[in-house]
């Protein structure tokens, strides 16, 4: 009699345990979030070449990452990730003193991308620049060359 309770017992627990398996899973499925795919971008118009006055810059957004593009007081535009190598702050341009800063640990780079001063560890990634008919194109530089 004994061996038939614990066998009862034992299909009685793995069927409700299989029922909780059933019940759980698709409401676990629901609630998880499904993975974005990133888009795949190569270049992106950031706009007229009149939005961005000398000695200033301007965030765009590059896919899902955020760019600085920094038009310097010799008309030259250059563009960067704006994300601080240290910990991904965002960083900025400082017109007074002519560099990209990061204020979340003071890190400071040139107008090259370089880290000049601070905790970061490497100089930011640069984007290609052109213009073509008064608008900005930044492009991501290729892996090639």
Known sequence: MATRRKFLNYVLTGGVIGW????LYPVIAYLKPPPLAEA????IKAGPLTD?????????KFGRKPVILV???QNDLRAFAATCTHLDCIVQYRPDTKQIWCACHNGVYDLKGRNVSGPPPR??????VNIIDDDIIVAQESENG
Request: charged content about 20%.
């Open 71 to 73: 038009r310097t007081e």
């Open 20 to 23: 909780l398996g059933t019940v």
């Open 123 to 128: 100089p930011l990634d640069e984007f290609t």
């Open 40 to 43: 795949n971008v190569n270049s």
């Open 52 to 60: 961005i006055p000398l000695n200033s810059s301007k965030i765009i």
